[in-house]
């Protein structure tokens, strides 16, 4: 995990977006693991996100919907050894995702909510 910048006064760290750029595909657990061109897709880049076939503020499969935003992607001021979530936050409508990234899978949880695995698709964007 890489800290680019520190906000005192928030305790929020901000993190480096370099890890999350790029297309993400939803992984269908039902398929056994595959992925599905009809399922949602992350698209980040340095300053917004977009979805395909979904909107941030139902968390709901919807096909053909297109919805982007701006977003945050920050951890918490820690005590040494100590844990803290790391979290992306939608702008457009306030909802915080548990989010981590581990290789290329991305894997999303909101409280409440199943949680979503993504993989990193090998496929440029422009």
Known sequence: ??????????GIVELDRKELIGLWERIDESKEGSIDSESKSLIFTEDKVIIINGDFCSDQFILGKKDTSTYQYYTYK???NELK?????????GKEYSIGVQGNKLHLL?????GEEFTKSAYLID
């Not at 995990?1 to 906000?7: A, L, N, R, V």
């Not at 909101?110 to 199943?114: A, L, T, V």
Request: with cysteine.
């Open 1 to 10: 995990m890489i800290f680019s910048c520190d906000k005192d006064d928030e």
């Open 78 to 80: 820690a005590e040494p």
């Open 85 to 93: 979530p790391t979290i992306f936050s939608i702008s457009k409508c």
């Open 110 to 114: 909101r409280i409440g909510f199943e």
